[in-house]
Nanobody, 123 residues
């Protein structure tokens, strides 16, 4: 069972990136999915989450209006569209799956984790 995050990179402030998280080894279509990030010297924090059906989403206040989480259950993939990026968004971004179908912000509730993808925003 694996979650493979991709799409990170170097972008200038104000730019956009789209992260992808592809699941393999099992279907994640019944799982709540989330994105977390960890900046250097800081604790991991919740960024966004989506329910199994995709009808319910949740965002950290710091990314509301700029980031959009979505999922394609047919492709076993979840996405994070990030717009208006700022240097404060620089971090390693992780996707995670919670075997329960709803959204949760607590990282301890998640059962599977991807390896992380680095996002660097230059000023």
């Amino acid at each position: 069972v694996q979650l493979q995050a991709s799409g990170g990179g170097l972008v200038q402030a104000g730019g956009s990136l789209r992260l992808s998280c592809a699941g393999s080894g099992r279907t994640f279509s019944n799982d709540g999915m989330g994105w977390f990030r960890q900046a250097p010297g800081k604790e991991r924090e919740f960024v966004a989450g989506v329910s199994a059906t995709g009808r319910s989403t949740s965002y950290a206040d710091s990314v509301k209006g700029r980031f959009t989480i979505s999922r394609d259950n047919a492709q076993n993939t979840v996405y994070l569209q990030m717009n208006s990026l700022s240097p404060e968004d620089t971090a390693v971004y992780y996707c995670a799956a919670d075997e329960r179908p709803w959204v949760t912000k607590r990282d301890t509730e998640y059962d599977y984790w991807g390896q992380g993808t680095l996002v660097t925003v230059s000023s």
